[in-house]
Each structure stands twice: as C-alpha cells, then as structure tokens.
C-alpha cells in the first residue's frame, strides 16, 4: 500500500512541529524519516498511522483517508518505548496483542510460532520480558508489530540503543518483512540507516528538506554523505524556523 502526505501540518499550542509535509512513499518500499532529535519525525508516524488528526493538509494509505479505525489491522507500529508487559513471558505477550487483533486461536499459534523464529527468539518464548535484553525486548516488539501481517509497518526508531551487530540483524528481519511486500516506513537519526532504504524523508524542524530515492539524494552530495544535504539545508534557508 502506498502512502500520501499534502501539505500536512501539525502544531502542539503555538509550536509548529510539522510544517507543511508533502510526499508520497511507494508500496513496498522501506523509507526512512531522518532527521535530528525533536524534528517531529514521532510526529509525523503518529499522524500516519492516525493516532493523531491533522491541522491542515491530508494523509491517504492506499485509497482510505487518515485517520480511519478500519486502517488498524492493516498497520503494524513499533513505538519508540515497546509497549510490553514485563510480568508476561514472550509467548503471552504475543497472545496478548494478537488477542487485539482478533486472530483465531490456530492462526495466532501459527503466526507466534513464525515471529518468533523471524526475530529469532524461539528459544526464549517462555521467558519472562522482565529477564530479557535491551535488544531481545527490541525483538519482541518486531515481532508484536507484525503479528497480524500488517501491509504497512511503522517502526520508530527501532535500533537506538542497540550494538552494531544486533542493528544489522535487526536491518535484515525489516528487509525480509519488505521482501513479503510490506511497505516500511522506519524513523532514524543514524545517518548510516539510510543506505539501507530505498527511499528517505530529511526531516529539521518540522519541515521537509528532502525527499528522494536514497541514491538521489547522495548524487547531491560532495562526499556522498547523507549530513551534508542538512548542512545545504541550513546554508539555504530552509531549517531556520524554530
Ligand atoms: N504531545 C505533544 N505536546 C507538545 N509538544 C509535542 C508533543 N509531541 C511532540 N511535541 C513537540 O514536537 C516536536 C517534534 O517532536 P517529535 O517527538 O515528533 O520529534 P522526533 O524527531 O521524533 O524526536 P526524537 O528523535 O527525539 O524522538 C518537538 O519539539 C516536541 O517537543
């Protein structure tokens, strides 16, 4: 499913914290939203996936207008701080959400079964949460935001926090997802994440300072450095609003 920002705003009181977004990702890529911490690249998922409203402009996935409930279960969201309840081992943890979604009880077992060997916690399924690793707990919530097969999946900032070695397996679980047709939209401020995307939204101050597919936006670059193009940015203007 693709998906379409016009001219989308948002402010909290009298801070503009996305000004005036447009751009359209297309189905079954992985693009990125990189920007600095407080850009508004939270901002900007939340209002994707409908969680919160739009002042002005308008967001589309495929043919239905955001927001819209009967989007839910076709959208997987990773938040930042994972949602899990550490007195539950792994396995409950999936029943639980998976009980959100309305999965039939042999489809779940079945799809537990799948995530858990995709984020490569088979072993630890019984474990309680509140034993697992910074890393191990980042899995789990993968796997919860995939559980149901969601068309578009929204991880915001996935990898923070976690070793290099780790960050590549994780890199490789979000290339298999998209391999299945998954359109991925991932929030970063590694500027190395970007090269793994196929497209990527530049995010300061709440306002797009670019958006191409990833080998686009390096050709403009001097060195072939993703930062560069922030420091353009800035040199011409467009990151001067607070
Ligand atoms: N609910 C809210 N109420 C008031 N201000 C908010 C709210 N949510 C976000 N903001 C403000 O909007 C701006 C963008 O925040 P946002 O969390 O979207 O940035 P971010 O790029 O995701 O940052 P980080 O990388 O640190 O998560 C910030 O200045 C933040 O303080």
Not at 25 to 47: A, F, H, Q, V, W
Not at 176 to 184: E, L, S, Y
């Amino acid at each position: 499913m693709d998906i379409q920002l016009n001219g989308v705003s948002k402010s909290f009181g009298d801070q503009l914290a996305i000004d005036h977004v447009g751009f359209t990702i297309n189905s079954g890529d992985i693009c990125c939203l990189l920007g600095p911490s407080g850009s508004g690249k939270t901002t900007l998922i939340r209002l994707m996936i409908g969680a919160l409203a739009a002042d002005t402009g308008s967001i589309q996935i495929g043919e239905t207008i955001m927001p819209n409930m009967s989007m839910l279960h076709k959208i997987g969201f990773m938040p930042q701080n994972d949602g899990l309840y550490d007195d539950l081992s792994a396995e409950a943890n999936l029943e639980f959400f998976g009980s959100i979604y309305k999965l039939g009880k042999p489809t779940l077992q079945q799809r537990i079964t799948e995530v858990l060997t995709l984020v490569d916690l088979t072993a630890d399924r019984k474990k309680l949460v509140r034993n697992f690793s910074g890393g191990m707990k980042k899995r789990l919530s993968l796997a919860i935001a995939i559980l149901h097969q969601p068309d578009v999946l929204f991880l915001d900032e996935p990898t923070v926090g976690i070793d290099p070695i780790l960050r590549r397996q994780i890199w490789d679980q979000f290339q298999a997802i998209r391999a299945n047709g998954t359109t991925i939209i991932v929030s970063t401020h590694v500027m190395d994440e970007v090269l793994e995307c196929d497209r990527a939204a530049l995010i300061y101050n709440g306002r797009l300072i670019a958006f191409d597919t990833v080998p686009r936006l390096l050709e403009q670059t001097e060195n072939g450095r993703v930062e560069e193009l922030f420091l353009i940015a800035g040199r011409e203007g467009g990151t001067d609003h607070a």
